[in-house]
């Protein structure tokens, strides 16, 4: 009895997480794989992972070259992008660096906490960026209200390399269960 409760929780949990890709259609796969051998051309060493920043159905990607900054790969449902770090350039790189940064997401809600210690006062100090979908940007604030939720590390040395990034798409692009790095 309990093997076949297992089983059932088994394939619900396929079946979820296969449906929660959905909206990562083939050719959406195709453009993020090709972020990630773009990047990875360039410096093997670079982790990545999928994660939701908006409300719509369809993943980003966090792109991070670890102890210097991260990138985040976007969709409209027809083509990928950078989100541009602010609305003052274009630039996709998101620093963090020596300075105890980090970058975590409130799943869906648009908004990414970080914040850095001030070299002066050691004191940390919160930042929050907001995802604007029409300009493809973030834009800063130092206040926001208090969210609560499921939260993705973007700074993860846990997530996935290149190959497996590679081959998790293939396979969200087939319909199937993506493999992850076992973590």
């Known amino acids: 009895?309990?093997?076949?409760?297992?089983?059932?929780?088994?394939?619900?949990?396929?079946?979820?997480?296969?449906?929660?890709?959905?909206?990562?259609?083939?050719?959406?796969?195709?453009?993020?794989?090709?972020?990630v051998l773009e990047t990875s051309y360039n410096n093997g060493e670079l982790k990545y992972k999928l994660f939701y920043l908006d409300d719509d159905d369809i993943p980003e990607m966090v792109i991070e070259n670890l102890g210097c900054c991260i990138k985040i790969v976007s969709s409209d449902g027809n083509e990928a992008f950078y989100i541009a770090s602010s609305q003052y350039d274009d630039e996709p790189e998101l620093y963090y660096g020596a300075h105890g940064r980090f970058y975590e997401c409130y799943e869906r809600s648009g908004r990414i906490d970080t914040g850095a210690v001030?070299?002066?006062?050691?004191?940390?100090?919160?930042?929050?960026?907001?995802?604007?979908?029409?300009?493809?940007?973030?834009?800063?604030?130092?206040?926001?209200?208090?969210?609560?939720?499921?939260?993705?590390?973007?700074?993860?040395?846990?997530?996935?390399?290149?190959?497996?990034m590679c081959r998790d798409l293939d396979l969200i692009a087939q319909g199937k269960q993506p493999i992850g790095n076992g973590y």
């Open 118 to 164: 001030d070299s002066k006062t050691w004191e940390f100090c919160p930042e929050y960026l907001f995802y604007d979908k029409a300009s493809r940007t973030f834009y800063e604030t130092y206040s926001a209200e208090k969210l609560s939720g499921e939260t993705v590390d973007l700074c993860d040395y846990n997530a996935l390399s290149a190959v497996e």
């Open 1 to 35: 009895m309990i093997r076949k409760i297992l089983t059932v929780m088994m394939f619900l949990s396929v079946c979820f997480s296969i449906q929660a890709f959905a909206a990562l259609t083939p050719e959406l796969c195709e453009q993020y794989k090709n972020y």
